[in-house]
């Protein structure tokens, strides 16, 4: 028998067989039922009831959890592949698709460029761009945030992430969260309304919190509805978005890997109507707090960005193959540094972008030779036509086009 959500079954067999239904899913062998209650929601307007947040772990549930977790095992297997100076430049890369996903789905206007010169001045304070060093400086350290274990929590992740780029008349005038009235709003109708109160935000925060730590729910299933919840608390005028989608995927790094965590909101920048569509089903009065669809669709998309990552790294390693066979012929067998630079800033510029550039002091790092040395090769380099110089203070070079296509093609 097929499993349908319980609106359709309301209308295709009727209320009586609807109740009955409900029932079934909660005290099934297979469900779950949460302590996380929500209110009823239709129609742009809350209702008098409230429901348990519940699942079934269906067939199908199941089978995509057990594809992401051999979706994260592939990456890791196949990031090992990687030389080790690739490994932090194409993870930024993936950081630079997450945050311009991130700002899109949230119509932040950013562009890659703006976020790439954000990332390489982290340290600089008086950035152009400063407003989203939050953004990037998170999604940078995203392994090492701490699953979290109080509601200032909350409050610490939405200072560091986007308290930058809040309007004054948006900032939280509550002891830690808002106090006031917050909807969401999809520019016709109202479609979620936040809890009413800074008092029953705490109280929904610390159930969170609790929730995040039951074992008797899987992981993914407990990260998903997790960031589900907090979206409905809405503990903050603006923010919330961005601050629930880093939640999940700081809890997502620490289980699966940094690069699934990553592609979440590219994902989901993709598949935007299917994502607030997940969302906004939960608290209907014929969906009655069921999030089994919703998990399906989340782990979709968590799926989906793997298998993107995969298709990356798995295309990017045969060029990888490609490049290092081109430098084991005979013609490089004599020029030693003057090689392995060469090899790097190909291999770098194939797995990153085309815009990738090295200057002197980058390639004097990975290289440990002195400035002299990295000059006079960079200089030769640039007369054979295998590099072009971009700037001369600081001194910096990329691949020439010509000569990356002769590697490749």
């Known amino acids: 028998m097929k499993y349908e959500k319980l609106s359709k079954i309301f209308y295709k067999d009727g209320e009586q067989f609807f109740e009955k239904e409900i029932e079934r899913r909660k005290n099934g062998y297979g469900s779950y039922v949460t302590s996380l209650s929500v209110q009823g929601f239709r129609k742009g307007r809350l209702l008098n009831e409230t429901y348990n947040l519940f699942y079934v772990n269906t067939h199908k549930l199941m089978v995509l959890n057990n594809q992401v977790l051999l979706n994260s095992s592939k990456i890791t297997t196949l990031v090992s592949k990687l030389p080790p100076y690739v490994i932090e430049p194409y993870f930024q890369k993936l950081i630079i698709n997450e945050a311009q996903s991130n700002n899109e789905i949230e119509g932040i206007r950013s562009t ?15 950035s152009k761009h ?10 940078l350290f995203i392994s090492q945030i701490k699953p979290f274990k109080d509601i200032t929590d909350f409050r610490v992740l939405y200072d560091k992430l986007v308290s930058d780029e809040i309007n004054q008349e948006d900032e939280p005038d509550g002891e830690l969260f808002r106090k006031g009235y917050v909807e969401v709003n999809d520019g016709t109708s109202t479609t979620h309304i936040g809890l009413d109160s800074e008092a029953k935000i705490v109280e929904a925060l610390h159930s969170l919190i609790r929730f995040l730590d039951n074992e008797d729910h899987l992981e993914l299933y407990r990260y998903m509805v997790a960031h589900y919840y907090y979206e409905y608390i809405h503990p903050f005028y603006d923010g ?19 690069y699934s965590a990553i592609t979440f909101s590219y994902a989901v920048n993709k598949n935007k109507s ?8 939960i608290p209907s009065p014929l969906n009655k707090g069921e999030t089994t669809f919703y998990l399906i669709d989340m782990l979709e998309l968590l799926n989906t960005g793997q298998e993107g990552i995969i298709e990356d790294l798995e295309l990017n390693l045969a060029k990888l193959e490609r490049i290092q066979t081109y430098f084991q012929s ?6 030693g540094e003057a090689r392995y630079l060469l090899q790097l800033m190909t291999s770098l510029h194939a797995f990153v972008d085309d815009d990738t550039s090295m200057s002197v002091t980058e390639l004097m790092e990975m290289s440990k030779s002195t400035r002299y040395k990295i000059n ?14 971009v700037t001369q203070r600081p001194k910096t070079y990329k691949i020439r ?9």
Not at 376 to 389: F, H, R, T
Request: charged share 40%; aromatic share 12%.
């Open 240 to 258: 919330n978005g961005r601050t629930g989608r880093l939640l999940v995927c700081s809890y997502l790094s620490r289980y699966l890997d940094r």
């Open 112 to 126: 890659k460029k703006q976020l790439k010169e954000v990332l390489n001045n982290l340290s600089d304070p008086d």
């Open 376 to 389: 006079k090769i960079m200089l030769n380099l640039e007369e054979e036509d295998y590099v072009e110089l």
């Open 401 to 409: 086009e010509e000569f990356l296509e002769s590697v490749l093609l």
């Open 130 to 139: 400063k407003r989203f060093r939050g953004l990037m400086k998170t999604y």
């Open 330 to 335: 005979e013609k490089w067998a004599e020029k």
């Open 274 to 281: 299917k994502y607030y569509k997940a969302l906004e089903e």
